[in-house]
């Protein structure tokens, strides 16, 4: 049946495209971003200087722009969705929202996980981080507590209310935080874990990166985000130290997709390609976005390695996009039930 769903989704995306090719309209984009918001507002308008294409762009987080997604299906309104985690690009393709792209001709330039990290060549690879934590050393010190080293002292009693991450029903950050427990413990002890942890949880914050200022500031000690963040947060002068889990940890890849049926599939194709492009890809850092990026002539930012938290650094779990991706919502919706609802 799925097989059918995909074949259908191709054959009308390419008659929808052949027919837009007759009656092309006007050029311009609409972007849905999903990436920190200095990176979408920069690429947009990148785009628009280097091609005289006026972009519109908005920036929500990945959990809430696959809604707007889905509430927009019968009449699509967003050109490409850019940047988040991939989990939601993968469900997005799942239920027939994107566009397949197989004919972009960047997809030679990109390294192995970004060619088709989702199927059918639905989505992009952008960008690769992987997940961590930002920790207030000094805080912790002054409270005289030790500093987490493995998932399992983050549910430890002593670090009660001090620990922020964000609520994966709006954040692929936190999402990728639950598949990544529950990939590494199992699914039945990775639910203990959570239930767990959920005690010693301060605030769920609906965008995956802010807590990373709130543990800078010493409201909480411990961030859950990618690493990259926690860097640009460093960085930005707080007194954060981004840790990787030395029991290993799950990553993001930074999903592409164009959405189906969107207004302008001409310039949607185009914008692909242009992020996709490696002297384009090497003016991220520009815009504190420092993950690793796509295209295998990028080169990478210096900042991870200055902190020892790039991928080559951190032990990193066999992360499998496809299963979170096809259990996003059964995983979602358990957490929520059975999590979320807990006292703490």
């Not at 984009?29 to 200095?38: A, D, I, R």
């Not at 959990?63 to 850019?82: C, H, R, Y």
């Amino acid at each position: 049946m799925r097989i059918f769903k995909i074949f259908l989704v191709f054959l009308l995306a390419f008659i929808f495209m052949f027919t837009i090719s007759a009656l092309a309209g006007e050029k311009r984009l609409v972007l849905y971003g999903s990436s920190e918001e200095t990176w979408v507002s920069f690429i947009a308008q990148e785009f628009q200087k280097q091609t005289g294409i006026p972009v519109s762009w908005t920036r929500r987080s990945t959990g809430e722009t696959l809604a707007k997604i889905k509430a927009e299906m019968s009449n699509p309104q967003g050109d490409v969705w850019f940047g988040g985690t991939l989990d939601p690009h993968y469900e997005a393709a799942l239920e027939g929202l994107l566009w397949p792209y197989p004919t972009s001709p960047m997809i030679p330039q990109l390294k192995e996980w970004a060619k088709n990290p989702a199927f059918a060549y639905m989505v992009k690879g952008l960008y690769a981080g992987p997940l961590g934590w930002a920790i207030n050393v000094e805080l912790l010190k002054s409270k005289g507590l030790p500093i987490p080293k493995v998932w399992d002292d983050l549910t430890k009693p002593c670090y009660k209310g001090l620990i922020g991450m964000a609520n994966p029903n709006t954040s692929g950050t936190a999402f990728t935080a639950l598949a990544t427990i529950l990939q590494l413990k199992g699914w039945d002890e990775g639910w203990n874990y959570l239930k767990k942890l959920h005690k010693n949880i301060a605030v769920y914050t609906k965008s995956g990166s802010a807590s990373g200022p709130m543990a800078g500031k010493g409201e909480i000690a411990i961030a859950i985000i990618f690493l990259d963040d926690a860097v640009k947060f460093a960085e930005k002068g707080y007194p954060l130290k981004p840790t990787p889990p030395a029991d290993g940890t799950g990553y993001e890849i930074g999903g592409l997709s164009i959405i189906n049926w969107c207004p302008h599939p001409h310039v949607a194709k185009q914008f692909v390609d242009f992020v996709l492009r490696p002297d384009i890809q090497a003016l991220a850092p520009k815009a504190e976005a420092n993950q690793v990026p796509s295209n295998k002539k990028a080169p990478l930012p210096p900042v991870m390695t200055k902190y020892g938290v790039s991928l080559d650094d951190v032990k990193l779990i066999k992360y499998d996009f496809k299963w979170a991706g096809e259990h996003r919502k059964e995983i979602l919706d358990k957490w929520t039930k059975e999590i979320y609802s807990l006292p703490r």
